[in-house]
């Protein structure tokens, strides 16, 4: 039987010329999960746009079940039975449930769909992953994130699959929701369907895979059968380096006075009576899933989008500050630097003054995140929200944002952020706190981090 997937040189370069693949090798057998894991910025996307037929990579050859294949575009790759369940679900959000799983083979009467069979048969594949409770008449937008997840791997895998690919599949799954895909995932094996399964998880990555690969900075760094291989390992190969004999950075001390406080913070569907205080140097963490409401707060906190009910109050005044736009906010003295995906690179004045210069040093003229964090600073914040702060970065990139939102601490400034990521509030923050569903579950100071606790937490649900 021929490999469902066997990918030879396969590298992608941006407009720019930027290379963000540089010779991946993948081979997937019939059956197989095959799982892809690195830190954001990889190359772990691309890659899966690129088996998906959503890009082309620049070269590099792909044979998929024996045959040639060059992909034109996604529909292509689906008359291939290629299924691709992105990492964000776009255009479906007013779509009803049982339209959003395409099921095809529906008997007309009168040239018209017939409900009664539409209907049986979408709580049939809703059942699959554990959906069975939800109307198939009610709208995709309704759903928790989780469900929403769940729904569109239930939507790819409607029609037969010989590869399913799976882009960050867990990020909004609580642990019964993700149990649920593994059991299903287990079960495409009979059916002889490949899987690549991308992670940035070295722990998701050993709990799922069959074969697990690295990925860093867009090369391939290695492949390891699950049952050779550790956290540890894998961990060091993600960032490249040993991190186990890092100095755990000490708990700082803030300055007394309080530099915002945040009460009853409302954004439609998102965020949910959030209450937040923070002091000056002091670094807080807003930690969730996926769709969480963690970035929705911080966005809102800063101006750029509207909050439907809350009041936020700057340094110790009486009275709440008019925030409306980020505009409004950088005149408060509240900075808000967006996630970097996306973002072109600022080229800043070395001779700005010690304020600007002092956090930035370290970070490369080309860091996209070096520009947003100076217009910030050149407004004399005294507040500054981050979301997703290191998101695409590559390794260098993420290690010199983190350093220079410590210094900014170190200066007195309030630093705010939002993120996904466990690992990476962990280097930096004093406290976290836990958002599930739009609220703050709990609050950890630093003493208790721990990254397993907070992942578990990060599952549980009100």
């Not at 996307?45 to 294949?69: C, E, N, R, W, Y």
């Not at 255009?91 to 009664?116: C, M, N, Y």
């Amino acid at each position: 039987m021929f490999p469902t997937l066997i990918a030879k040189g396969i590298s992608f370069t941006a407009r720019g010329g930027r290379n963000l693949l540089e010779a991946v090798d993948i081979t997937v057998d019939p059956g197989q999960i095959h799982v892809v894991v690195g830190h954001s910025g990889a190359g772990k996307t691309v890659l899966a746009d690129i088996f998906a037929g959503v890009s082309k990579p620049s070269t590099g050859t792909m044979h998929f079940q024996g045959q040639l294949t060059s992909l034109r575009d996604e529909d292509d790759a689906a008359t291939k039975s290629i299924r691709y369940a992105k990492q964000n679900w776009d255009g479906l959000s007013k779509a009803t449930v049982a339209d959003s799983l395409q099921l095809e083979g529906i008997p007309r009467k009168f040239g018209l769909v017939d409900t009664h069979v539409l209907l049986d048969r979408a709580h049939g594949q809703l059942s699959m992953f554990g959906l069975a409770d939800i109307d198939p008449k009610s709208r995709v937008c309704e759903l928790s994130p989780g469900k929403q997840k769940l729904l569109q791997i239930a939507a790819a895998l409607a029609k037969p699959a010989g590869l399913l690919i799976l882009d960050d599949p867990t990020a909004a799954l609580s642990d019964a929701e993700a149990h649920v895909l593994y059991e299903r995932l287990s079960q495409l094996q009979y059916a002889e369907t490949g899987v690549l399964y991308f992670t940035a998880s070295a722990e998701e990555a050993l709990a799922v895979g069959d074969q697990i690969s690295v990925l860093r900075d867009g090369r391939l760094i290695s492949t390891h059968d699950p049952d050779s291989v550790f956290v540890p390992q894998i961990a060091g190969e993600m960032i490249g380096r040993d991190t186990s004999l890092d100095p755990i950075r000490p708990p700082t001390a803030p300055f007394p006075e309080v530099a915002l406080r945040a009460e009853a913070i409302c954004v439609e569907h998102f965020v949910y009576a959030l209450g937040l205080k923070i002091r000056r140097g002091e670094m807080v963490g807003l930690l969730g899933l996926q769709g969480a409401g963690q970035s929705e707060a911080v966005r809102a906190i800063g101006g750029a989008v509207a909050r439907t009910e809350g009041e936020i109050y700057l340094r110790a005044a009486a009275l709440p500050t008019k925030i409306k736009t980020r505009d409004e906010a950088l005149s408060a003295g509240v900075g808000f630097v967006p996630e970097p995906y996306g973002l072109a690179a600022d080229n800043i004045d070395l001779g700005m003054s010690q304020l600007v210069s002092r956090p930035l040093r370290s970070m490369n003229a080309q860091n996209p995140q070096r520009g947003p964090i100076a217009k910030c600073l050149r407004a004399n914040c005294s507040v500054l929200l981050f979301d997703n702060p290191t998101r695409g970065l590559n390794a260098a990139c993420r290690l010199e944002v983190c350093q220079a939102i410590q210094d900014i601490a170190d200066m007195g400034i309030a630093v705010i952020a939002a993120s996904t990521n466990v690992e990476e509030l962990i280097s930096f923050c004093d406290r976290i706190a836990i958002i599930v569903d739009g609220r703050i579950l709990r609050t950890v100071d630093r003493s208790g981090f721990s990254a397993d606790k907070l992942r578990q937490a990060l599952k549980t649900r009100k």
